[in-house]
């Protein structure tokens, strides 16, 4: 088992920067690939970046990349995404999940691969 709980949210302006934090406890973070996904309202929740165990890979969403950067301190048990020229369309709730095992398959974007999930964070970017 994994918990995991997002922070970090907020109400900025577009072109402002945030940084979201995932804290994890229970099973051993440090051997679990980790993911952000977002969900707007009337959406389906979409995948943003992906790390695996350490931080070895990482993928992005065509629509973030250059923007937003995911990163993870195994040592204290915490995944990070900064969040870079913020646009109105980033407005999302932000959740982390964790996957069964350490390494990112091609299944690295697949909501079904991930099996823990936080109970988000709301980013709300103004125009």
């Known amino acids: 088992q994994v918990q995991l709980v997002e922070s970090g949210g907020g109400l900025v302006q577009a072109g402002d920067s945030l940084r979201l934090s995932c804290a994890a406890s229970?099973?051993?973070?440090?051997?679990?690939?980790m993911a952000w996904f977002r969900q707007a309202p009337g959406k389906e929740r979409e995948f943003v970046g992906a790390?695996?165990?350490?931080?070895?890979?990482?993928y992005y969403a065509d629509s973030v990349k250059g923007r937003f950067t995911i990163s993870r301190d195994n040592a204290m048990n915490r995944l990070y995404l900064r969040m870079n020229a913020l646009k109105p369309e980033d407005t999302a709730g932000y959740y982390c999940?964790?996957?069964?095992?350490?390494?990112?398959?091609?299944?690295?974007?697949?909501?079904?691969?991930?099996?823990?999930w936080g109970q988000g964070t709301q980013v709300t970017v103004s125009s």
């Open positions: 229970g099973r051993t973070f440090s051997s679990v690939a």
């Open positions: 790390i695996s165990w350490n931080a070895g890979t990482t």
């Open positions: 999940a964790a996957k069964g095992t350490g390494r990112l398959g091609s299944d690295y974007d697949d909501i079904r691969a991930y099996g823990y």
